[in-house]
């Protein structure tokens, strides 16, 4: 078995990814801490922005509401989500979250199981706002778009 050390990651270390709205950080990864079961970041939302629809068909979403106010669409139906609450977006459940509030949000994300390859991982199910915004060196590789 490969043990990995414990490594600290500092949120001023990763890359913003505004692909699908919003700004995506990967902060605890396979590549960044060598994580073999998921994988945790931040999504930062300004007041009106919002996060493209998607779903994993491999991972379980939990979500953690650090600051302000969200409203997140599962399956289409829409439910708030404010400050200190926390949501499980099951298998394959469509999601979109918007910032419904006036200040700045935060939420932390971690997505577990990983997909068998990174690219199965993520489906796009509605055009990303800023698509030639990815914030990163090359493409996601854990994106393909369903129409």
Known sequence: MTKHRPRIVDLSETQPNRRRGGDLRAV??????????????????????????????????????????????????????????????????????????????RMVFHLGPLAPRPELGHVDTEEAPHPESTGWDRPPEHTRVVS
């Open 28 to 105: 605890l990864t396979p590549t960044s801490v060598g994580s073999t079961s998921g994988f945790m970041g931040l999504a930062v939302m300004a007041p009106g922005e919002s996060i493209a629809e998607h779903y994993h068909p491999y991972s379980e979403e939990f979500v953690y509401v650090v600051s302000g106010m969200l409203e997140v669409d599962l399956d289409g139906d829409a439910h708030p989500l404010r400050t200190d609450q926390g949501l499980l977006v099951p298998l394959n459940v469509r999601h979109r979250f918007r910032n419904v509030g006036d200040v700045e949000a």
